[in-house]
């Protein structure tokens, strides 16, 4: 006669502030550094907190006919190591708030976690490590967004589709990759600027 088994079942409580959570935070501010503008167009518009520089060591410098222009929705900055001045021809330089250009907060950083990657008011991703950001689409595009489901799910999500009701003109399908583009321009540590 054989021993009878006997099956435990262990239940354990972790903390839940001991386990990594998924947060959005509004994104840093735009920082504009170690730049010497003396001639061409640079226009600058940003929904976030501008500021120029963001370390006195990475001083920005416009003059001559260079024509600049900051532009936040919320907030510019100008920080120790900042000059604009010395102009001739058509340099100019303005600093002005937009509120036009958007909302700070469409933009927030969910990945990586910003206490350990923003130095500086620079969001820092080493290379292969992931960063996800959130964006608040402009009413036009979320108006354009239910008005194709409205259309295309017109008898409701149960019964059939129906895509010769859409308007192509206005309708805006969130899954086809060329409806909307978004550019994001990225900077290597070498300086290297790329456009994704």
Do not use: C
């Not at 840093?28 to 940003?46: C, M």
């Not at 416009?62 to 001045?85: N, P, Y």
């Not at 002005?96 to 500086?120: F, M, N, R, Y």
Request: proline share 9%; no cysteine; charged share 15%.
């Amino acid at each position: 006669m054989r021993p009878a088994r006997r099956t435990f079942l262990w239940i354990g409580a972790v903390p839940l502030a001991v386990l990594p959570t998924m947060a959005q935070t509004p994104f840093p501010d735009h920082v504009v550094q170690n730049v010497t503008w003396n001639s061409g167009a640079h226009h600058v518009a940003v929904a976030q907190a501008l500021r120029a520089p963001g370390d006195p060591s990475a001083p920005v410098t416009i003059a001559g006919t260079a024509d600049a222009e900051l532009v936040s929705a919320t907030q510019v900055r100008l920080m120790d190591g900042f000059h604009a001045g010395t102009f001739n021809g058509q340099g100019r330089f303005r600093a002005t708030i937009d509120e036009a250009v958007g909302p700070a907060g469409d933009l927030v950083l969910i990945a990586p976690d910003p206490a350990t990657h923003v130095t500086g008011g620079v969001l820092h991703v080493p290379k292969w490590e992931k960063v996800e950001l959130g964006l608040g689409l402009p009413q036009v595009y979320r108006d354009a967004i239910a008005s194709f489901y409205a259309r295309y799910y017109s008898n409701s999500p149960e019964n059939p589709v129906t895509p010769n009701l859409l308007d192509r003109a206005h309708d805006l399908n969130p899954y086809a990759d060329d409806s909307l583009l978004l550019l994001l321009h990225l900077t290597s540590p070498s300086g290297v600027q790329k456009l994704k």
